[in-house]
């Protein structure tokens, strides 16, 4: 649906030349959310700005429903947005329209007759839930609310996209929830291709099939949602996903050699990942059983992230060095991502 | 009534027609140069606003000549600038006494005045809408019209006040060099005659027409604004 090909952008300011997004090439696929998540300055919002020529690269293409947007001249590039709808952090609503007004604007001037307009506004706003408040202005509504209007008004034009520019930073965590779960309805019932941009992978976790992760201009890694939390490639994947999971409490622990994570001789503090199947399987008692080990478990979380269950476990291992080989062994074979936090095994 | 205002302001009394010739020529002049300054003055801030840097039909070469044209003009008091345009001023209108004679230095003296303010209210306009519009595909045209246009009304109107209430000031100086009015009353009787009322009532008008715009605009810009 979206195929970014190469892209580049740089600008040029009083410090010089800001490479602000660097060969990105990237495809987002008809009817899937898509993710891109980065830290604040990564380039993730001028790269979606790429999408619909908000901001123009200074090269690569940009095709959006099997059109080259680079190559449109400024009236089809017009036409052609319509069709690509967009929503903000901020919402960027007009404060001197109402609600109504707000929807409208875009369908002004298109030919639709004035009950057609009326109609599809109404119908709109029913949509995003916010019956009866055609006529109020943007300031008296909440943050939700206003988001919930410039989703109405990217969807006016019966876009096939939707590009979200960090469009629930600037709310509360159940504001943020109901916001997603419009997302999801409009994807799901309005068949309307997402792209998410955000720097929470819990924004990521909760909608997105595919993500990519973007660090400095460039995509660090890419990959479908659930085999990134199951095998982050990366450090910022790593560190975006500990924002999310309970197990990262485990770091600042053994940073501050916590009496929890002191280690007698021959033990070992593993952090163990799994996957999606492996996870209906009884490991832990499997392993003490088999390998004859004392397992202390400190750290457990279990999420689950497109309907599979996903997440981790940090454990002390208490036993003799071959078992505790052994059991390395055994996770291996299960396709567990294991990290050795502490070892105090003897060489 | 008229035994009183005859008792304390007999200059202006036995020259009420006179009086009320020089109100209406104020008012000649404010309105219709008023008008001229409006649409050009808003015609030129939207062209600033625009094509700067980050405008949205960015343009450094207009952006930049019309900039400086503004600096320059806005440098010249308004009583020199009166002399300097006499030529340009008998070219346009064939005359350059008299209220017509006005309009000419009038307009050309508050129009940069009003382009700053005009650029300074659209100014304040979010980045953001103005990217939203585009995201939906409105032209350049539509932007100007239904987005910075109707986004700024109040912000606009207040330009407008303010620049109104500094063309009543410049139609009451443009006096001095006989343009008639409210300003040549005052100096003709209250200065060059030392009749003290002329000039206290003259003052009282001024006054009286500033409240009334001020009022009026604050009125637009309270209702506009959401």
Known sequence: ?347 | MREWLELWFPNVMVRLPEFYKAIRDTLTMFSVAGAFVFVLGLALGVLLTVTRRDGILRNAVIFQALDKAINVFRSIPFIILLTLLLPLTRFIVGTAIGVRGAIVPLVIGTVPFFSRQVEAALANIDGGVIEAAQSLGMSSLGIIFRVYLWEGIPMLARAATITAISLIGSTAMAGAVGAGGLGDFAIKYGHNRFMVDVTWVTVAALVLLVCAVQIVGSLIARATTH
């Not at chain 1, 899937?32 to 700005?49: D, P």
């Not at chain 1, 629930?168 to 997603?180: F, G, N």
């Not at chain 1, 600042?252 to 996957?275: H, I, N, W």
């Not at chain 1, 399987?281 to 004392?294: G, H, I, T, W």
């Open chain 1, 1 to 347: 649906m979206i195929r970014l090909e190469h892209i580049n952008k740089t600008f040029s300011d009083k410090s010089g030349l800001i490479h602000a997004v660097r060969d990105v090439t990237l495809r987002v696929r008809p009817g899937e959310i898509y993710g891109i998540i980065g830290h604040s300055g990564a380039g993730k919002s001028t790269l979606v700005r790429c999408v619909n020529l908000l901001e123009r690269p200074t090269s690569g293409q940009v095709w959006v429903d099997g059109v080259e947007l680079t190559a449109l001249r400024a009236g089809e590039l017009r036409k052609a947005r319509k069709k690509i709808g967009m929503i903000f952090q901020q919402f960027n609503l007009m404060a001197g329209r109402t609600v109504f007004q707000n929807v409208a604007i875009g369908l002004q001037y298109s030919g639709l007759s004035r009950a057609h307009i009326r109609e599809r506004v109404e119908r709109l706003l029913s949509f995003v839930e916010l019956e009866g408040k055609a006529n109020v202005y943007p300031s008296q509504l909440s943050g939700g609310q206003k988001q919930r209007v410039a989703v109405a008004r990217a969807l006016a034009n019966e876009p096939r996209v939707l590009l979200c520019d960090e469009a629930t930073s600037a709310l509360d965590p159940q504001t943020t929830q109901s916001i997603l779960s419009l997302l999801q309805k409009l994807n799901r019932e309005l068949n309307i291709t997402i792209v998410v941009i955000t720097h929470e992978m819990s924004v990521i976790k909760k909608i997105c099939q595919r993500v990519a992760v973007i660090e400095h201009g460039a995509i660090a890694e890419e990959n479908e949602v659930l085999g990134l939390f199951a095998n982050p490639r990366q450090q910022v994947t790593k560190d975006f996903l500990y924002t999310t999971s309970s197990l990262s409490g485990v770091y600042p622990l053994v940073r501050e050699d916590s009496p929890v994570v002191r280690l007698k001789p021959g033990e070992v503090l593993l952090l163990m990942r799994y996957g999606t199947t492996q996870v209906c399987q009884p490991l832990v008692s499997r392993m003490s059983k088999q390998f004859d080990l004392e397992i202390n478990i400190l750290f457990g979380d279990l999420e689950i992230i497109e309907g599979a269950p996903m997440g981790g476990t940090a454990a002390i291992f208490h036993g003799t060095p071959e078992n505790i080989k052994s059991a390395l062994k055994f996770l291996e074979a299960e396709h567990i991502t294991v990290e050795v936090i502490r070892d105090a095994r003897m060489a």
